[in-house]
């Protein structure tokens, strides 16, 4: 005759329990590195209704400001709205709570880079990477080669074509560069950053 | 101190000024040369980083910003024209004040000094500093008859991060009227011009460069004078409205009043031809 099993193991109680996820709140976090109390949020909604970019954005400021609170991390960080903003701090100044959203945005897209999620307007993020290839490469943004680049990148090389040859007709794009003389030496050694590896 | 020269600055031109925007160069040289300022600039000085590097890397942003300054001299103050670049040069400055062992490590690479209390002004302050009244007996042009609305755009007035910093709202419509000319300040004088917008999404950019247009053009303006390169770009090239009305450059309408006379070679550049306006203006004379 085998033994019989008892019924009911030996469980086990901890003397303390542990938090399932210690990780900090994304709200928390996005305050922390912005170095603004976006908890103070009310949703007045000023901030959306003053955004000159606003028709362009998925989210309205404020809704960006409730998907943190609600750590919704994914939603936020692959949205269109931290992208189209320019950083132009119109929420910022009307604000009634002082909250300064533009560092929000701010943070959010470094974060978006940070975790490599997908970019919610990847024409965007194109361009600024060509305007650091270019920084790279001179020192200094040369526009006319980051204008190429990003058409390049983005295959619309008919967009704006008539505007580009009256720059130049203006001479208002430089065929060369200007540059920094030792570009090679001080200013390649800044670009060491994560960016490169995921570009 | 005592041996510098009170007029002596040194000068951060940016990328704008440097290429597409030479001609707010030119007329800002030619406005500080009768003015007696002298504008010396920043030896092989970069890019401040722009919004590009901003939001690429933060190391990135403070090290092209932190080069410049290390790059100043000591004893005169930098004196930046566009408000980014002033923006972003600042802001590097705060980080070094409040994080010395990132200067530290930046001053061993690059084997230079960097300044953490190097006064970094905008070319508005210089004015401000140099007087209205001694500006007024150097004008030799009248501007009479030049109803301007004043274009500040984003940057001048307002990033919170550097809220106890001096902003120049107001102070072109005090230079310009003292020198003449008849400010129009009900316009859109502070709606963003779109930025980097204006390259990636223009059909988002297009409406509101139209409405800024459309609110001088109500208002009865001659014209918008810009303190910032870029706006003054963006405000020319993504304006459809059949309502065509100039953009100049503050130092150009400033230099004009001073008896500069090669606005011609600036005004070329120009995508909308200002000249209607300078005839105009010169006729009433």
């Given amino acids: 005759m085998s033994q019989v099993q008892p019924l009911v193991q030996e469980i086990v109680i901890p003397d303390r329990v542990k938090a399932d996820n210690p990780r900090q709140s994304l709200a928390a976090e996005v305050a922390e590195r912005s170095g603004t109390e976006l908890n103070r949020c009310y949703q007045c909604r000023s901030c959306g209704n003053g955004c000159p970019f606003v028709q362009a954005m998925d989210y309205t400021p404020n809704q960006v400001i409730r998907l943190v609170q609600f750590g919704l ?97 203006k001479r208002k794009l430089d065929l060369i560069p200007s540059r920094v003389r030792d570009a090679n030496k001080e200013i390649a050694d800044l670009f060491t950053c994560y960016w490169r590896e995921s570009a | 101190m005592s041996d510098v020269k009170p007029q002596d600055f040194s000068y951060f031109p940016g990328c704008s000024l440097a290429t597409t925007a030479a001609e707010s160069n030119r007329s800002l040289m030619q406005a500080a040369r009768i003015l007696g300022l002298n504008l010396i600039e920043l030896e092989d000085w970069n890019c401040c980083g722009s919004s590009s590097a901003q939001t690429m890397c933060r190391n990135l942003s403070l090290g092209m910003a932190a080069r410049n300054l290390s790059l100043a001299p000591a004893g005169r103050p930098l004196v930046a024209m566009c408000p980014r670049c002033l923006h972003y040069l600042r802001s590097a400055q705060q980080c070094l004040q409040a994080d010395p062992k990132t200067r530290a490590a930046l001053e061993e690479k690059w084997g230079r000094p960097i300044s ?45 991060r550097l809220a106890k910093e001096t902003y120049f709202q107001g102070e072109m419509e005090h230079i310009l009227t003292a ?25 988002i950019v297009t409406p509101l460069v139209q409405e800024i247009i459309g609110s001088a053009v109500a208002a009865k303006a001659d014209c918008l004078v810009t303190a910032c390169a870029m706006c003054q770009l963006n405000l020319e090239i993504r304006n459809t409205n059949r309502a065509k009305i100039p953009i100049f450059h503050f130092s150009e309408i400033l230099a004009l009043a001073l008896g500069a006379d090669d606005y011609e070679e600036w005004f070329v550049r120009h995508l909308v031809d200002p000249r209607p306006v300078i005839q105009k203006l010169s006729k009433a004379a």
Wanted: include cysteine; glycine fraction near 8%.
């Fill in chain 1, 73 to 169: 991390r994914q939603e936020v960080l692959t949205c269109k709205t931290i992208w189209v903003c320019v950083g132009c701090h119109t929420c910022s100044s009307q604000c009634p709570m002082g909250i300064d959203l533009a560092a929000v945005m701010d943070t959010l897209r470094l974060m978006a880079v940070e975790a490599g999620v997908v970019i919610g307007k990847p024409n965007i993020i194109d361009f600024h990477e060509e305007v650091l290839r270019s920084l790279e490469k001179y020192g200094r943004a040369h526009k006319l080669g980051i204008m190429l680049g990003y058409k390049r990148q983005t295959g619309r090389w008919l967009k704006d074509l008539d505007l580009g040859l009256r720059m130049l007709a």
């Fill in chain 2, 116 to 160: 953490t209390d190097l006064e970094i002004i905008h070319f508005m302050e210089v004015l401000v500093r140099y007087g209205l009244d001694r500006l007024k007996a150097n004008a030799r042009r009248s501007l009479k008859g030049l109803r301007f609305v004043p274009y500040y755009g984003c940057t001048l007035a307002r990033p919170p």
């Fill in chain 2, 179 to 203: 020198l003449g000319a008849e400010a129009v300040p009900d316009a859109l004088m502070y709606r963003c011009c779109g930025s980097f917008l204006s390259a990636t999404d223009p059909e």
